[in-house]
C-alpha cells in the first residue's frame, strides 16, 4: 500500500521549470494527464480486488462463485423506469421492483410479469426496457487512454514549432557574439528561408494545436458521455445540486425517496442478473433460468471519480478555449509592439513574416541586447539594401552612378561641379546609423578616381 501511494504521489508531482509550450497547453498534457493517470491507477488496483457479490438462495441449487462470475461477465441491468418508490411501482432498490418476477407494466403504470405462473405469455403486459452496465470491466483502461489522447495535440506542437524550440536553445546560451548573430541571421532570418506560404501554414498549425485541444475535451467528454448510456453530460451539475440537500433526505435508502440520486441514475450500485442452469445426463435433462440481484461495489469508486471528470472536462474546455484566444491575442501584440516603435520599426516588420516576428518578440523578453543586434541585422538586410542605402556612408545608386559615368566618360567628370549634391554625402556614418552593430560597416567604402576628381572640384568650388 505504501508503494501505492509514493507511486501516485510520485505521479502527481510537477517539476517547475520553462517549458517550450504555453500555460494553457502545459495544464492539459501535464494536469490533466496526470490525474487522469491517477484516476487509472487507482481504479486498476480496485478492478484487480473487487467483485460482484450476488444474491444466492440455497435453493437455488447453484454455486454462488459461478453466479457471481457469470454476472460478471453478462453485466448487470436494471429498469431505469423504476426512479422511485410508487403504490403502482413498488421498488426494493433503485431500478430493481420489489418481485423480480415483474418486468413489465400495463398500460395504467402497474408492474406485472411478462409470462403468468403457468409460464403462458401475458399480451396485456409491455415490457420494461432493460439498461445493462458493464463498464466495471473496461473502466480503467478507458481513463487511461483519455490520457494518452490529452498528449496528442503536444505531439503536433512539438513538430510544427521545432524551429521555435531549436531558437529558445540557442538563446539560452546567452551569447551575443558576432558569431552567434550571424548564426542567428542565417538559420531564422535569412532572406531565402522568408517563405510566407510556409509562415501562413506555421501558423494555421498552431491555431490547430489549439484547436486539437478544445476538441480534446469535447471528445473527452462525449465519448464518457456515451460510455455511461447518456448520463454523463448532466451528471456534475445535477450532483451538485443533490449534495445541497439535508443529509437525511439525500441519503435515504431508495424505498423511501421520491427521487434518484444522481450516482445511482449514472452507475447503479446494485442490479439483475439472469443465469441459465444447464445440465444434463443420462437420466435427466435440466434447464432453468435464475434472476439474482448482484451489487457492484466498484461502481461507488466510479461515481466520485466521474465527478472529478466531469468537472476536469469542462475546466479543461474553459482552460483550452483561453489557449485559443491567448494566440490570437499573441499575434496582435506582436503586430502592435512593432508599430509602436515608430516608422523605423514599420519598414523592418512589412518585411519579416508573422513566424519571424514571433522569434524576435521571444528574443526581446529574453534578451534585450541580442534583440538589438538582430533588428539592425534585418533593418540593414533588409530594409537599406531595398532602398538603396550603403550603411558605409553613401546612397548605393548615387556613388554608383557617379563611379560608372566617370569611368566610361572622363568629359563628364568636368562638369561634376555643376552637378547637385547629395545632403546625406558629408554624414559621417555613425550620423546615418547610430546604432549599426558590427564595427565591420564603419569602414571606408573604396572609390574610383572619377568620383574623387567630382569631389575635389566640389571643394574647390565651395572655397571659391
Not at 43 to 48: A, R
Not at 354 to 372: A, I, N, S, T
Request: aromatic share 12%; charged share 20%; net charge neutral.
Amino acid at each position: 500500500m505504501s508503494g501505492s501511494s509514493q507511486a501516485i504521489k510520485n505521479m502527481l508531482s510537477i517539476n517547475l521549470k520553462q517549458r517550450d509550450d504555453s500555460i494553457t497547453d502545459q495544464f492539459h498534457r501535464i494536469l490533466m494527464m496526470k490525474v487522469l493517470m491517477v484516476a487509472a491507477m487507482v481504479l486498476g488496483l480496485n478492478w484487480f480486488h473487487d467483485s460482484i457479490t450476488c444474491i444466492v438462495p440455497g435453493s437455488a441449487g447453484i454455486s454462488a462463485g459461478y453466479v457471481q462470475q457469470a454476472c460478471w461477465i453478462q453485466g448487470l441491468y436494471i429498469f431505469k423506469e423504476l426512479e422511485h418508490e410508487t403504490d403502482a411501482r413498488p421498488i426494493s432498490y433503485y431500478g430493481i421492483p420489489k418481485s423480480l418476477t415483474t418486468d413489465g407494466k400495463y398500460k395504467n403504470g402497474k408492474l406485472c410479469g411478462m409470462k403468468d405462473r403457468a409460464r403462458q405469455a401475458n399480451e396485456k403486459c409491455d415490457p420494461m426496457e432493460k439498461t445493462f452496465y458493464l463498464q466495471y470491466q473496461w473502466f480503467p483502461l478507458f481513463v487511461a487512454c483519455l490520457a494518452f489522447l490529452y498528449y496528442c495535440p503536444y505531439i503536433l506542437f512539438r513538430n510544427v514549432n521545432s524551429d521555435l524550440i531549436s531558437l529558445k536553445k540557442e538563446v539560452s546560451e546567452g551569447t551575443t557574439d558576432p558569431s552567434a548573430v550571424e548564426k542567428l541571421m542565417k538559420t531564422f532570418f535569412s532572406e531565402e528561408g522568408s517563405n510566407r506560404v510556409n509562415t501562413a501554414m506555421n501558423m494555421a498549425l498552431n491555431l490547430l494545436v489549439k484547436i486539437a485541444y478544445i476538441g480534446t475535451n469535447v471528445l473527452a467528454f462525449n465519448v464518457t458521455n456515451l460510455a455511461f448510456n447518456g448520463d454523463f453530460k448532466n451528471y456534475g451539475s445535477k450532483w451538485m445540486k443533490w449534495s445541497q440537500i439535508k443529509n437525511e433526505d439525500a441519503h435515504a435508502y431508495a424505498r423511501y425517496r421520491d427521487y434518484p440520486k444522481p450516482s445511482e441514475i449514472l452507475v447503479p450500485t446494485f442490479g439483475m442478473c439472469e443465469v441459465t442452469q444447464i445440465s444434463n445426463d443420462v437420466k435427466v435433462n435440466y434447464f432453468n433460468t435464475h434472476r439474482f440481484v448482484c451489487e457492484v461495489s466498484q461502481h461507488v469508486l466510479y461515481q466520485y471519480t466521474l465527478v472529478i471528470l466531469w468537472c476536469a472536462f469542462v475546466v479543461g474546455f474553459v482552460v483550452s478555449s483561453l489557449g485559443l484566444v491567448q494566440k490570437i491575442v499573441d499575434h496582435i501584440i506582436t503586430i502592435t509592439c512593432f508599430l509602436r516603435q515608430g516608422g523605423e520599426a514599420w519598414k523592418v516588420y512589412r518585411t519579416l513574416t508573422l513566424r519571424e516576428c514571433e522569434y524576435l518578440e521571444f528574443v526581446r523578453r529574453k534578451d534585450l541586447v541580442l534583440y538589438h543586434e538582430l533588428v539592425q541585422q534585418i533593418k540593414w538586410q533588409r530594409v537599406d539594401k531595398f532602398n538603396g542605402n550603403d550603411p558605409r556612408g553613401l546612397p548605393v545608386s548615387f556613388q554608383k552612378l557617379h563611379n560608372q559615368l566617370g569611368d566610361q566618360n572622363p568629359a563628364l567628370t568636368a562638369s561634376a561641379p555643376m552637378l547637385p549634391q547629395h545632403p546625406m554625402m558629408h554624414l559621417p556614418v555613425q550620423n546615418m546609423y547610430p546604432d549599426l552593430p558590427s564595427p565591420a560597416y564603419h569602414q571606408e567604402a573604396p572609390s574610383s578616381p572619377a568620383f574623387e576628381k567630382h569631389q575635389e572640384a566640389m571643394a574647390d568650388q565651395r572655397n571659391n
